[in-house]
């Protein structure tokens, strides 16, 4: 299997993840859209880590800091989410508008 | 091509385009609850594709903790919201489903076309030297020698974001 297939293949990924960043209204899609993306960059990394014959893992390690800092991520955004609806009734993006001038 | 590398490309070529349709259906489908499902057996599909990169520990890792906890927690906040579809009210943005639809697209050709000009017909490798005395024996070693001052970033990381979550998510007097 040459490096090309996964590289190929995690940029659909990373493309799918963009389109539903752009496209989608629910803020707990935006969300799901940006795991989307993290995840291509870990088949990168993890397929780099492979082809390179690292002897050090640096790639795999770098995958698992993704993660983590994924995990947080996601805590945050949903609790901001959250808050949102409480206060506003909605989780629609465009309807959140309050730094617009 | 000796059978390993064939059986090798077989679990590449189901996996891969299930991940690419389960992908594509979660960020087209209206339904939310649809998509985080869809997003599960994607994150599947890529704990197996890491399984044939010879990194098991993230494969585990991504079952246990992006499909287990994280899409948990997604679907715990959207039965939480109670948004089933999605309810378009009105057009706020115009043509912001082309336009993504058209960037999405650009970004995919520039990265393959990228890709493509460069030079990554590398062969395939075998990690059997760095995986010797275990795959995560070596993740670990590593982990804790090299990148200790990282490691223990993360956890502040984790805590600060547990407890700003907390704070974030507890009900205002």
């Not at chain 2, 760095?130 to 990148?147: M, P, Q």
């Amino acid at each position: 299997m040459p490096l090309m297939y996964p590289l190929v293949f995690a940029a659909f990924l990373f493309s799918a993840g963009v389109y539903g960043v752009l496209a989608r209204r629910n803020a707990v899609m935006v969300l799901m859209s940006i795991e989307l993306m993290l995840n291509a960059v870990n088949v990168n990394l993890v397929a780099f880590n492979a082809y390179l014959r690292d002897e050090l893992v640096s790639g795999q390690v770098f995958a698992l800091f993704v993660i983590a800092v994924a995990a947080a991520e996601v805590g945050i955004g949903l609790a901001i989410v959250l808050l949102i609806f409480r206060n506003r009734e909605t989780v629609n993006i465009d309807e959140v508008d309050l730094l617009r001038w | 091509m000796t059978s390993s590398e064939q059986a090798e490309l077989i679990v590449f070529i189901i996996l891969a385009p299930l991940a690419v349709v389960t992908a594509l259906g979660m960020v087209l489908t209206r339904n939310a609850v649809y998509s985080a499902l869809l997003l599960v057996v994607n994150f599947f599909c890529l704990a197996g594709f890491y399984v044939l990169l010879e990194a098991q520990f993230v494969a585990a890792v991504q079952v246990i903790v992006y499909a287990g906890a994280i899409m948990v927690l997604f679907l715990f906040v959207l039965m939480l919201l109670g948004i089933g579809n999605e309810v378009v009210v009105k057009e706020q943005m115009r043509g912001q489903r082309p336009a993504a639809v058209l960037l999405a697209l650009g970004l995919l050709v520039a990265i393959v076309g990228a890709l493509a000009a460069g030079v990554f017909d590398a062969e395939p490798a075998s990690l059997a030297a760095a995986n010797e005395g275990g795959n995560v024996e070596a993740i670990g070693r590593i982990l804790f020698t090299r990148y200790t001052f990282a490691f223990e970033t993360a956890g502040i990381l984790l805590v600060v974001a547990a407890v700003g979550a907390l704070v974030l998510g507890k009900r205002q007097p």
